[in-house]
């Protein structure tokens, strides 16, 4: 079942948009008393939302859910397009814990796949510029570099 939006220009030069929903295939509309130029097409409902739409009725008014947009009564799935947005997965960070050479401490040295920083809690970090052993290590072993 089609939504018709329908656009005319009134007579002080602005056009006016309304839609409607209409049950029958035929547009089947007058363009009489609209005034100088009119413009017809069919709508659709964009619905931008990681969950797939549905439709629901509250209060006389329908809404397009999540998100409660609003639309014209009658409206179906069929007049929504789903616009599912690409959900960036984090990346796990990788930890590795190495015992100080003394054996009484753990460094963890950490990687984080989505930035491609390093980072080592060991007191030589600071000294290298943030590449101490462990980070060289680490590197190694992810990038083989
Ligand atoms: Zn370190």
């Not at 948009?17 to 029958?24: E, G, I, L």
């Amino acid at each position: 079942m089609p939504i018709i939006e329908f656009s005319n220009l009134n007579k002080y030069g602005n056009w006016r948009t309304r839609r409607f929903y209409n049950p029958t295939t035929s547009y089947g509309l007058k363009p009489d008393g609209f005034g100088p130029s009119i413009m017809v097409k069919l709508h659709k409902y964009t619905h931008k939302h990681v969950l797939p739409p549905c439709i629901m009725k509250l209060g006389g008014k329908t809404y397009i859910m999540p998100g409660w947009q609003e639309a014209i009564e009658g409206t179906t799935l069929n007049d929504v397009i789903h616009i599912k947005p690409k959900v960036k997965k984090k990346a796990e960070t990788i930890i590795v814990e190495t015992l100080s050479s003394k054996g009484d401490k753990m460094y963890k040295t950490r990687y984080y796949p989505d930035t491609g920083n390093f980072t080592c809690t060991c007191p030589g970090v600071w000294m290298s510029g943030n590449n101490c052993k462990h980070i060289k290590k680490l590197r190694l072993e992810i990038n083989g570099k």
